[in-house]
């Protein structure tokens, strides 16, 4: 059965998943890119974004779990972009280029109504207004019987974990401390949410942690 899950999301040892300050030098927030450095250590991820080579073991593992069986992607307006308010044109279409990484439907949650667009590699951005729970069932009808994935950012994670809509979180635990940004689970009891530990492991730059809607 098609699951609803995070996958590769990093986080600090303080509980924030980005820095401050995002804006276009600093896609993740300030000090936010220490958070993925596992990650671009691995095979997957350099793979993903046309590079050679990689590591292999504990980390590319869980970094190759989390890309398999991707049929839709859900995603914040902050993740897809630092513009706020009205567009101004259709000039941005994401941080990624022309080839994103996704290869499939990525549906935007958005206050401000745009026309699909069509990337190289199969990904199409949708911009929805209507909602996390519009979103959800346009990623359903999309990816069929394939996992969707909930990509970030760290509000848009919170407000599927706070309605149980998520069946799987995995965590990557950044050794960082960052002080302030985008804390992940602030206002959420996630064992009265009925969530608990099933999985966890060290990799070679991060920890991994698996949490399961029981």
Not at 13 to 34: C, I, M, S, T
Not at 118 to 126: A, D, I, N, R, S
């Amino acid at each position: 059965m098609a699951k609803v899950r995070v996958g590769a999301f990093s986080i600090s040892v303080d509980g924030f998943a980005a820095g401050p300050g995002q804006d276009l030098d600093h896609p993740l927030g300030v000090r936010g890119k220490e958070l993925h450095e596992w990650a671009f250590a691995t095979k997957t991820f350099r793979t993903m974004f046309g590079e050679e080579g990689g590591s292999s073991g504990v980390d590319e593992d869980y970094a190759a779990r989390s890309m398999a069986g991707m049929g839709a992607w859900i995603m914040g307006r902050n993740m897809f972009g630092p513009i706020r308010g009205d567009w101004p044109d259709d000039a941005w279409k994401g941080w990624w280029g022309d080839t994103p990484p996704y290869h499939c439907p990525v549906f935007v949650l958005t206050h401000h109504a745009r026309a699909p667009i069509e990337m190289k590699g199969g990904t199409v951005f949708h911009f929805v207004t209507d909602g996390p729970d519009a979103a959800l069932a346009l990623a359903r009808e999309a990816a069929g019987e394939r996992d969707i994935r909930i990509g970030g950012g760290a509000a848009t994670i919170r407000q599927y974990l706070a309605v149980r809509a998520i069946d799987e979180l995995h965590l990557v635990l950044s050794p960082v401390l960052l002080g302030r940004g985008e804390p992940l689970f602030a206002g959420l009891d996630l064992p009265g949410l009925g969530y608990a530990v099933t999985e966890h492991a060290q990799g070679e730059k991060a920890t991994h942690i698996v949490l399961t809607r029981q």
